[in-house]
């Protein structure tokens, strides 16, 4: 599976972006999705996740309310809408795919396929 990002740009604070991340297709059916994000001179962090079917998604608490994941299956398109954008958001956003959700939201992540990053700047 072959990840593709786009999106990132540079934005005022409370502003808003919307990243998309186009999957190629997989000979083993949809997967689950996710964002992580990192920061300059920071780890990698999750920032959201959502299921094959987009019965269920997962946020951590510093972006709940803020940004809402969603995908397009017809598309194979997995978009992240981020609203009220902050400084503290600044960073090179990743999309995953992988075919067990614990991989994605687990402690400790291992998604098993990547995408090329897009770099976010919240800045006024």
């Known amino acids: 599976v072959q990840l593709q990002a786009s999106g990132g740009g540079q934005v005022q604070p409370g502003g808003s972006l919307r990243l998309s991340c186009v999957a190629s297709?997989?000979?083993?059916?949809?997967?689950?999705m996710g964002w992580f994000r990192q920061a300059p001179g920071k780890e990698r962090e999750f920032v959201a996740a959502?299921?094959?079917?987009?019965?269920?998604?997962s946020y951590p608490d510093s972006v709940k309310g803020r940004f809402t994941i969603s995908r397009d299956n017809a598309k194979n398109t997995v978009y992240l809408q981020m609203n009220s954008l902050k400084p503290e958001d600044t960073a090179v956003y990743y999309c995953?795919?992988?075919?067990?959700?614990?991989?994605?939201?687990?402690?400790?992540?291992?998604?098993?396929?990547w995408g090329k990053g897009t770099l976010v700047t919240v800045s006024s």
């Open positions: 297709r997989s000979n083993d059916g949809f997967k689950d």
């Open positions: 959502i299921t094959s079917s987009s019965g269920r998604t």
């Open positions: 995953a795919a992988d075919g067990v959700w614990s991989d994605l939201v687990a402690a400790t992540p291992s998604p098993d396929y």
